[in-house]
């Protein structure tokens, strides 16, 4: 049985299509798409070091960044990013609650951040659905294993967190 292939350009990357005369045949050489995340911190500082950080990973593409839980809320309801990363604790944190919050995030990943590790904080990032709760101290290390780790589904925490 004859197999055709044919590679493309598409965006400045090459893909290859092979086929046969049967469909189940097919084979796909397609580049897996970035992980999309979501920013969401009231520090413009924090934002920015994070954003660096990520831009420095070609598997995930930041896809906005946010100043309250309101602005998150509602990108995310239209960008449906695979992954949020959020810090707990910003300036609307009095007028949206947990439960809204959790409601305006889902279909998304959620991760957590604060530099606070009391349970009050733990407490918290469990009622938003969070799959974890990061360290802000430790985010050099820890957020792209963990973004890249929930972006495939998985629920358990890994063991380096």
């Not at 911190?41 to 896809?63: F, K, N, W, Y």
């Not at 609650?97 to 918290?124: H, N, V, Y």
């Not at 990061?134 to 890994?158: C, E, F, M, Q, W």
Request: with cysteine.
């Amino acid at each position: 049985m004859a197999v055709m292939c044919v590679t493309l350009l598409v965006s400045a990357v090459t893909h290859s299509v092979c086929w046969s005369s049967r469909p189940s045949d097919m084979v796909y050489n397609f580049p897996p798409m970035p992980i999309s995340v979501l920013l969401a911190d009231d520090s413009e500082i924090i934002r920015r070091v994070i954003a660096d950080l990520l831009q420095g990973d070609p598997e995930i593409q930041v896809v906005a960044e946010c100043v309250s839980f309101a602005q998150t809320m509602e990108r995310a309801s239209k960008l449906h990013p695979q992954v949020i990363v959020l810090d707990v604790h910003m300036g609307d944190e009095r007028t949206v609650t947990p439960s809204q919050l959790k409601f305006g995030l889902i279909g998304s990943r959620l991760l957590a951040m604060s530099i606070w590790k009391d349970d009050e904080t733990k407490a918290l990032a469990e009622k938003i659905g969070a799959a974890t709760l990061l360290d802000k101290a430790n985010l050099v290390t820890a957020l792209i294993p963990a973004i890249k780790h929930y972006a495939s589904g998985d629920k358990r925490i890994p063991r380096s967190e």
